[in-house]
């Protein structure tokens, strides 16, 4: 279900005509609110404060990181199109453990 998602959601994009900031905005909102109550019906919040600060901050660079990289996404679709976008989507961790594999 997740990978069909993911590859419509290209689609969805071009065919609404909007600009990448809209949805990555959107995506990573509704992904926070479902995270926010994930952890409010487990009552975990109480051991999420409980954590390092130092953790916290990666956490929180780790997000923005992400919203990042749904923008570059979404800008990818529209300059270069959804198949070309998609597969260095999917490709790009494998080119960069290349990269960091030391002979």
């Known amino acids: 279900m997740a990978q069909t998602t993911l590859g419509t959601l290209g689609l969805c994009v ?5 600009d ?3 949805p990555a905005s959107y995506r990573c909102a509704i992904a926070a609110l479902v995270l926010a109550a994930s ?3 487990r009552s975990e919040l109480r051991a999420l404060f409980r954590l390092p600060v130092r953790v916290l901050l990666l956490a929180l660079l780790s997000g923005v990181l992400m919203v ?4 570059l996404f979404f ?3 529209r300059r270069s199109g959804i198949a070309v976008a998609t597969i ?3 490709v790009q961790p494998f080119v960069m453990v290349l990269i960091g594999v030391r002979g």
Request: hydrophobic share 55%; proline share 5%; glycine share 10%.
């Open 20 to 22: 990448p900031l809209s």
């Open 14 to 18: 071009i065919e609404a005509g909007t």
């Open 75 to 77: 800008e990818a679709i």
């Open 88 to 90: 260095v989507f999917h």
């Open 39 to 41: 952890v409010a019906l």
């Open 68 to 71: 990042g990289n749904w923008l």
